[in-house]
């Protein structure tokens, strides 16, 4: 009998947790339009994911807050699908990315079928999916990183 009270007592075992990825912004630096870009976006994190969205008060999907991002900070109109803005914008390479700029992933089996607005430091803001909200990600994470397709630029 103590025996089988001494083992109910042990702890249980955790499993590990999984690294959090580094979404910290304290490393973002920006200037010029990017700056005003950048403040922009993070004015939108936490604001609702709605599928053809193009307002923050009833939601944003990816190319929607992209394209309101940037007619309200610089005044540039984008149009409202990803694969359109890649179109219209020049691509640049990955080194060469500043804030403000765009990132393109695919995502669901066709080439820009996502896209976020890169803030710097390694990191993009974008609204994921259905029910999720506008956040900050990483260019590495795991996710993303297998489906980069691409960086783009608005401005020069």
């Known amino acids: 009998m103590v025996a ?12 590990p947790a999984r690294p959090r990825p580094d979404v910290s912004l304290s490393r973002i630096q920006a200037s010029g339009d990017g ?3 950048v403040m922009y976006s993070l004015g939108l994190l936490g604001v609702g994911y709605q ?3 193009s307002n923050p008060d ?24 990803a694969a359109e803005i ?13 804030a403000g700029d765009l990132v393109f992933f ?4 066709r080439r820009y079928s996502h896209m976020g607005i ?16 506008i956040r900050v990600d990483s260019l590495d994470n795991s996710y993303f ?5 691409g960086a783009r630029a608005v401005l020069n």
């Not at 890649?86 to 500043?98: H, N, P, Q, V, Y």
């Open 106 to 109: 695919n995502t669901m089996n």
């Open 51 to 53: 599928f053809g969205g």
């Open 35 to 37: 700056r005003e870009i």
């Open 4 to 15: 089988a009270i001494a083992a109910c007592s042990t702890a249980p075992t955790r499993k």
């Open 58 to 81: 009833a939601g944003l999907d990816c190319s929607g807050m992209a394209a309101f991002i940037y007619k309200n900070a610089v005044g540039v109109t984008l149009p409202h699908n």
């Open 86 to 98: 890649a179109s219209r914008t020049r691509e640049i390479d990955r080194g060469a990315l500043k």
């Open 145 to 149: 990183a297998a489906r980069y397709d």
């Open 118 to 133: 890169y803030i710097g430091d390694n990191k993009f803001v974008h609204a994921p999916r259905t029910n999720s909200v």
